[in-house]
């Protein structure tokens, strides 16, 4: 794959061009370059070097509006990993001029040749933008609904654990990757509303009529990150409840049995402490003094449970 690629955009579609110095200011053109060479096309596209390298080394989700450019930095999303720190695209959106920033160029590639192929109505920069974000969130639907089955055999598997596992690190695993989403989703849907002012009018009514559908699609799925959210906090609490259930069994019974024990240390204290005894020298002695604490371990046993203690 090339490092950088222009495209001519025609009404018949989108077409590989020769690179140029200088872009002719009739024709609509597509950029896609790698962050290693983008720092040195800024000219051809009208944009200062000092201000296109700037703009680049800030990674953080957002819109910017300037006169006669538009600029968007969106993060390509891995679902299956999700972390911090993720592969940006800065897109610089001008009346002739669609200028791509990216990693992975064969993911645009991909896309551009899709919009060629199938999109049979005139293209524009609007819909290449929709269709870039359209591609961005296509799986995130399907992946939400396994992440719930996930949470849900989690769930499952605490109700029925009889060794009581700890599964604090899976519920905070899942937290943190629900919290990560709901981030992303509210800064994407941030920026889609400032897409939508279209302050530069870069972009015609059908286009912005195809980006509210996908501003309504990140409203939903940031709506599902918070029920997930709720989901798994509702989880955490049970779970911690039943926790707390065992540990006040188990407190319970130790209780119960220091309880049941503690009239005999009394005696064997207070009585072999204080005074003489003469069943040390009887036959008897030891049959007796186990008859008694049994008996009085039975007399503790039944009063607790005439009180229902256990």
Excluded at 98 to 106: G, K, P, R, S
Excluded at 192 to 220: A, P
Excluded at 224 to 249: F, G, H, M, P, W
């Amino acid at each position: 794959m090339d490092c950088e690629m222009l495209y001519l955009m025609e009404k018949s579609g989108i077409h590989r061009a020769e690179e140029k110095t200088a872009l002719e200011p009739d024709k609509k053109y597509i950029g896609v370059y790698t962050y290693e060479e983008a720092s040195g096309q800024g000219d051809k596209f009208g944009l200062h070097a000092g201000f296109l390298n700037r703009t680049l080394s800030n990674d953080s989700i957002r819109f910017e509006s300037y006169d006669h450019l538009d600029m968007l930095c969106i993060a390509v999303v891995d679902l299956a990993v999700m972390k911090l720190d993720v592969p940006t695209m800065h897109l610089f959106i001008q009346e002739n001029a669609f200028l791509i920033v990216c990693e992975d160029m064969a993911f645009v590639s991909r896309i551009l040749e899709q919009i060629s192929v199938y999109d049979k109505l005139e293209v524009s920069f609007g819909r290449l933008l929709f269709h870039l974000f359209d591609k961005l969130l296509e799986d995130d639907n399907s992946y939400l609904d396994k992440f719930e089955e996930k949470i849900m055999a989690l769930e499952k598997k605490i109700i029925n654990d009889k060794r009581n596992k700890n599964y604090v690190n899976n519920i905070i695993g899942y937290r943190k990757k629900l919290v990560l989403l709901k981030r992303y989703y509210e800064q994407v849907s941030v920026v889609f509303k400032y897409i939508d002012l279209n302050e530069n009018k870069l972009f015609d009514h059908q286009s912005l009529k195809l980006l509210r559908i996908l501003s309504g699609k990140v409203d939903r799925l940031y709506n599902n990150v918070l029920s997930l959210i709720e989901y798994v906090t509702q989880i955490r609490e049970a779970y911690q409840a039943e926790v707390d259930i065992n540990l006040n069994t188990t407190m319970k019974l130790f209780t119960v049995i220091t309880t049941i024990f503690f009239p005999l240390s009394l005696i064997a204290g207070w009585y072999g402490m204080n005074f003489n005894m003469p069943e040390y020298q009887s036959l008897y002695g030891y049959p007796m003094v186990i008859i008694l604490s049994a008996g009085v371990i039975i007399a503790s046993i039944i009063y607790f449970k005439r009180n229902h203690w256990f």
